[in-house]
């Protein structure tokens, strides 16, 4: 059993503990399971595998090999499950599901995106526990499809690591009998470098409208890994600007209220690569995943 096995599985009890104890919460919470999908898949247009000529693909996602819902077709480059509600979670059993991914409308084998130390597809398995959400990532950059006749290369091991993160709805803190809001950062932005390799990110809160020119003398809230998400942060209601750098590069902004008692998960993707990284290649989605 790996090191992030044992995790998942001293995680899960925690969780449904804390779902038991009962909340006010007003979110969606009919549903057995949660998961949502992030899209952040690139591909190389030629065989030298040219960062700068990497173009944004759309994939398939399949759950439990079904093709009907709550699995993904064709879902573009830089989307979130598009669902009825604004966390976008799919809703599904409780239980272990299959998760499958591949360059979407391709059947051969070497479309797979999820592959073993061999670089041959594998099918990795998730168990998803009652009322506990997850997040999970897509991200990184493809062999470029080979022309008829030729071999086509395999999917590299490092290139879509299958991610699935545990995501926490649970209520903010409150301050003076009111709920603050509560809110975390995923990055899933390989063109965070312009080699795609993804770079940790960081982010920034500001009080008011206005999106600071630089975060110079600002204080971060905290870093996200590239394929990872930070810790979860308590802040008072209000105005603010989300501001989400690679080292002093601003990379996306965006000014919004948020009210007492959200849960919010902001995702940053790219959208398309650059020689230099930054607002032009990036897009901060806003996902309300619980309101109390």
């Known amino acids: 059993m790996t090191q992030t096995q044992r995790s998942r599985l001293l995680l899960v009890p925690a969780l449904l503990a804390l779902v038991a104890c009962g909340s006010d919460a007003t979110s969606p919470t009919d549903s057995p399971a949660r998961v949502r999908i992030v899209n952040s898949a690139f591909q190389f247009t030629d065989a030298a595998s040219t960062a700068s000529k990497a173009v944004p693909v759309a994939v398939d996602v399949l759950i439990d090999s079904i093709a009907a819902s709550p699995s993904a077709l064709a879902l573009p480059s830089g989307a979130v499950y598009a669902q009825g509600d604004t966390s976008r979670y799919v809703r599904i059993a409780s239980g272990a599901h299959a998760f499958f991914a591949r360059l979407a409308g391709q059947s051969q084998v070497t479309a797979a995106l999820f592959t073993n130390a061999n670089n041959l597809p594998y099918v990795p398995r998730e168990f998803l526990p009652a009322e506990i959400p997850y997040t999970l990532i897509i991200a990184g950059i493809a062999p470029v499809t080979a022309a008829p006749g030729t071999t086509q290369a395999l999917m590299p091991a490092t290139a879509f690591p299958f991610v699935m993160l545990p995501d926490d709805p649970f209520a903010p803190a409150q301050s003076g009998g009111a709920y603050q809001v509560r809110l975390r950062l995923i ?67 965006l000014p919004l209220t948020m009210a007492a008692g959200e849960v919010r998960t902001f995702v940053l993707q790219s959208t398309a690569a650059a020689a230099t990284p930054g607002v032009a290649n990036h897009r901060l989605t806003s996902l309300l995943d619980a309101k109390y």
Do not use: W
Not at 197 to 219: D, H, I, N, R, W
């Open 187 to 253: 990055n899933a932005a390989p063109f965070a470098t312009a080699a795609g390799t993804g770079a940790t990110v960081s982010l920034y809160l500001t009080q008011g409208a206005t999106p600071p020119a630089s975060v110079t003398g600002l204080t971060k809230l905290g870093d996200a890994l590239y394929r990872n998400g930070s810790a979860y942060f308590n802040q008072p209601a209000g105005s603010y600007v989300v501001t989400v750098t690679a080292g002093t590069v601003i990379l996306a902004q």
